[in-house]
């Protein structure tokens, strides 16, 4: 996948989860790029997916590599 495939997340205490394009972004927001788990996005979804969309998919991968069931 291209380099534009991918985001940047990191998943709340709460369950939510932030996007980010790269990291330089997320540490102008205030976040520690440590923290940012990159998560490779499919380009159909990448390009024609809405944001909620991309966003339940991010959350899923989280919580796949969050339980080992990914």
Sequence with gaps: MSENDALYAIRHADGSVSLYIDEEYAAERGVD????????????????????QVREYVAQYLESQQTGTA
């Design 33 to 52: 790029p440590a923290t940012l788990t990159r998560v490779e996005i499919p380009r159909e979804l990448f390009s024609t997916g809405s944001v909620q």
